[in-house]
T-cell receptor, first 117, second 116 residues
Framework: NAGVTQTPKFRILKIGQSMTLQCTQD?????MYWYRQDPGMGLKLIYY???????DKGEVPNGYNVSRSTTEDFPLRLELAAPSQTSVYFC????????????????FGPGTRLLVL | AQKVTQAQTEISVVEKEDVTLDCVYE???????LFWYKQPPSGELVFLIR??????QNEISGRYSWNFQKSTSSFNFTITASQVVDSAVYFC?????????????FGGGTRVLVKP
């Protein structure tokens, strides 16, 4: 298994441009997440999905959009990039069972480093 | 609201020394999970351990050990006989059972530098 893969690894955007960060997992996990990590900080949740067709906002969703058309893929869309979106973006996935009280481990992709100038 | 505090921003040790990383959490939930992740210089996040709030047993895995104390809301991590390969940023994270979407709340991380 490749686990969680992300593309691209690095990207430079100009202010106002848009782009899509790709994320794919091959572990048949139902939950997927997008986090951002600013320099010297911990990760903050942007969006998450509990299954195909179902997404919801996390802690810092402004300026981003997501979709989940398949179990495997969870792309993150940046519209009108701003310097404040300069960050490292991590995609993660986990398998969560019917018991909502159980929190399974989230496994992370290698990250996408984004620079907005 | 859930919160994780890692008060030590950076720790520098010489190889073979032991190093303990502190993690203090806040939660109103009685059921929650705690995690430690390692972020080496290459940047990926590597899962180390997951512990639920009902299991206060300490755990040892090779040179790594974890001390979970609910009474002080702490989940500390010790690296015994540190090695240069242990140099990384270590994150403690918390997930409350009632938080929507399995949200993980991360601490700010502790950078460990092991010098040869």
């Amino acid at each position: 298994n490749a686990g969680v893969t992300q593309t691209p690894k690095f990207r430079i955007l100009k202010i106002g441009q848009s782009m899509t960060l790709q994320c794919t997992q091959d572990m048949n996990h139902n939950y997927m997440y997008w986090y951002r990590q600013d320099p010297g900080m911990g990760l903050k949740l942007i969006y998450y999905s509990v299954g195909a067709g179902i997404t919801d906002k996390g802690e810092v969703p402004n300026g981003y959009n997501v979709s989940r058309s398949t179990t495997e893929d969870f792309p993150l869309r940046l519209e009108l990039a701003a310097p404040s979106q300069t960050s490292v973006y991590f995609c993660a996935s986990s398998y969560s069972k019917q018991d909502r009280a159980i929190r399974e481990t989230q496994y992370f992709g290698p990250g996408t480093r984004l620079l907005v100038l | 609201a859930q919160k994780v505090t890692q008060a030590q921003t950076e720790i520098s040790v010489v190889e073979k020394e032991d190093v303990t990383l502190d993690c203090v959490y806040e939660t109103r939930d009685t059921t929650y999970y705690l995690f430690w992740y390692k972020q080496p210089p290459s940047g990926e996040l590597v899962f180390l351990i997951r512990r639920n709030s009902f299991d206060e047993q300490n755990e040892i895995s090779g040179r790594y050990s974890w001390n979970f104390q609910k009474s002080t809301s702490s989940f500390n991590f010790t690296i015994t006989a540190s090695q240069v390969v242990d140099s990384a940023v270590y994150f403690c994270a918390l997930s409350e059972a009632r938080a929507a979407g399995n949200k993980l709340t991360f601490g700010g991380g502790t950078r460990v530098l092991v010098k040869p």
